[in-house]
């Protein structure tokens, strides 16, 4: 046998580990003590699992895949699951209002016999004291929508977590416009068009984005709420144009900054009002490479939802995992577009949903 030379074992050694680090490590928040409004945030290298020790059978619970953000996030766990070759199994429940078919959709995991479930809430406090109730002895892990953790059952059934707080996703956004019109500068009138009223991430959104604003010549003359669907959208910014004709901005969640783009095309506004928006998808990132929306943070959902995978295959296989995890936020403007942020965060244009994955292939 021809022996290789000690020092090509060597570059090869640390050519795989340095590779290893290029595409597999990502640099998250890790959150102690986990689940904790005071928790300390530390940045960590998070290293992904690459495989499986068995094809674990993982159920995903989602409110809806309307708009690509959970789209996104559907491709994300679509990858890790075909990467690790576990058997995953989708559902979504079609909108934010539908407690009850989210409820009977872990019934189904239960059923099912699922190992895991990962768990989209519809509602932060609808599970209060009855999520052990609908999930029996599975583990849950809460992903992206936060749920209530100062309740008992709510400890006791969550196993990890892994999501942004929401709040941080508005200031960032109020942080923006406070900056282009600090006090004393003129006063704009804002727009602010959040979302379903009390579903989702709408209420931290909403008071991050007012504190931020507050003390700044940002005057938000109206607020507008719907389920984020572009039909809803569409009629507010409607509304919006038939009862605030001297808006300057329209400042919401990306369902809403999508529609505004063309609706402000057809009602001739586009010169007069400017569009920012809360959170990215793929039709907030068409208008900010065309310059026709000005700002958005990303909380990076196809990471999140590799990480939420990753988090229930080392809890199930007893492997040490930080158990309450973030991507960084990152602000995005039409002059800040990284690659690698974008990658981390949208479905590429030709992902159409994937509802069950298994033996490492999507099973249509």
Known sequence: ????????????????????KTVY??????????????????????????????????????????????????????????QLGIELNVFEAGGY??????????????????????LGTVDRDAYNGILSGLTGDIPVFAMTNDLDFTDPNIRKTIKARVG??????????????????????????????????RRGGTKP??????????????????????????????DLIQQLFDNHAD???????????????????????????KIVSTYLSHGVYRGLLREKILFSPTDKMAQQAKLSVDQAVRYLEGKPSNIDLAPKIEALTPNHLPEDTITNSLSPAEFRPVFHVSDHQIKR
Not at 37 to 64: E, F, G
């Open 205 to 234: 959104v909403s008071d991050g984005f007012n504190d931020a604003v507050f003390g700044s010549d940002i005057e938000v003359v109206t607020t507008l709420w719907a389920d984020n669907s572009k039909e809803l959208q569409r």
């Open 1 to 20: 046998m021809r022996k290789i030379p000690l020092i090509s074992l060597l570059f090869l050694f640390i050519s795989f580990s340095l590779g290893v």
């Open 97 to 118: 209002p539908q407690l009850q078919k989210q409820q009977s959709q872990l019934t189904a995991c239960k059923k099912w016999q699922a190992d895991a479930i990962i």
């Open 247 to 273: 808006i300057d901005y329209i400042v919401g969640g990306a369902v809403a900054a999508e529609v505004a783009i063309s609706e402000l095309r057809t009602n001739n506004k586009t010169d007069k009002i």
């Open 25 to 82: 490590a990502r640099e998250v928040l890790s959150h102690t003590p986990p689940f904790s409004p005071d928790a300390i945030s530390v940045a960590i290298d998070y290293q992904p699992l690459t495989r499986a020790l068995k094809p674990w059978k993982i159920c995903a619970v989602y409110p809806h895949l309307k708009d690509s953000y959970w789209l996104s996030i559907n491709y994300g766990m679509v990858q890790q699951a075909k």
């Open 164 to 197: 942004v707080d929401w709040y941080y996703m508005g200031k960032q956004a109020g942080d923006f416009l406070a900056k282009r019109h600090p006090k004393g500068s003129g006063k704009v009138k804002v727009a602010w068009l959040p979302g379903p009223k």
